[in-house]
Nanobody, 121 residues
Framework: QVQLVESGGGLVQPGGSLRLSCAAS????????MMWYRQASEKEREWVAT?????????NYADSVKGRFTISRDNVQSTVDLQMNSLKLEDTAVYYC?????????????WGQGTHVTVSS
């Protein structure tokens, strides 16, 4: 079955960096765009970044993280990473890996369990 397992979260000071990783299995990873979302306490889940499935791996970012975060993928290892630099207090959230896949009952979104990122001095 489809599995997404995030790792790399932790506690970091403002201005610091973290690298999140998501290990995917159960589907042909290289064929699908991958996304990162985040959800801060008492807020709705929000989209952070997308990387396409193409060889060129086009990327797109939420305005709030543009220029600070970088999404990348390794189609051999079936992983998608999120390099987070210049972290701010407002980046504190649970970060989730996400993929949309076709299923017998129609398109379905799959989520990992999330990894906690806390930015605090």
């Amino acid at each position: 079955q489809v599995q997404l397992v995030e790792s790399g979260g932790g506690l970091v000071q403002p201005g610091g960096s973290l690298r999140l990783s998501c290990a995917a299995s159960g589907f042909i990873f290289r064929n699908y765009p991958m996304m990162w979302y985040r959800q801060a306490s008492e807020k709705e889940r929000e989209w952070v970044a997308t990387i396409t499935s193409s060889v060129a791996s086009y990327t797109n970012y939420a305005d709030s993280v543009k220029g600070r975060f970088t999404i990348s993928r390794d189609n051999v290892q079936s992983t998608v990473d999120l390099q987070m630099n210049s972290l701010k207090l407002e980046d504190t959230a649970v970060y989730y890996c996400h993929v949309h896949l076709p299923t017998a009952s129609g398109p379905k979104g799959f989520w990992g369990q999330g990894t906690h990122v806390t930015v605090s001095s």
